[in-house]
């Protein structure tokens, strides 16, 4: 198993940039792409980005292409989730998710281990 620790949330102004990391410990020798999603109040679970497990592969939902950039330093167990331009728009809960095996994945069922999440919020 590999258990997730999201961090880097916080209240920012629109425009500003924020950097959420997903620290992950466990069973991390095994390669596993890494996604983040994100909720909002009343919202379902909205795809935000994913990456493979060498970091060649990355894929990202419509409303963060060009804004956000996900990375992850495997020598760190560390996933990253740059986000510039912030809009109120972004505000949510954002989740680390992390499922064994090579690929990224774009579904929130196709992962199998969760973060505990964390909070964004954009002020206009």
């Known amino acids: 198993q590999v258990q997730l620790v999201e961090s880097g949330g916080g209240l920012v102004q629109a425009g500003d940039s924020l950097r959420l990391s997903c620290t992950a410990s466990g069973r991390t020798a095994s390669s596993y792409g890494m996604g983040w999603f994100r909720q909002a109040p009343g919202k379902e679970r909205e795809f935000v980005a994913a990456?493979?497990?060498?970091?060649?592969?990355?894929a990202y939902g419509d409303p963060e292409v060009g804004r956000f950039t996900i990375s992850r330093d495997n020598a760190k167990n560390t996933g990253y989730l740059q986000m510039n331009s912030l809009k109120p728009e972004d505000t949510a809960t954002y989740y680390c998710?992390?499922?064994?095996?090579?690929?990224?994945?774009?579904?929130?069922?196709?992962?199998?281990?969760w973060g505990q999440g964390t909070q964004v919020t954009v002020s206009s």
């Open positions: 990456i493979s497990w060498s970091g060649q592969s990355t």
């Open positions: 998710a992390a499922q064994y095996g090579g690929s990224y994945y774009l579904g929130a069922d196709e992962y199998e281990y």
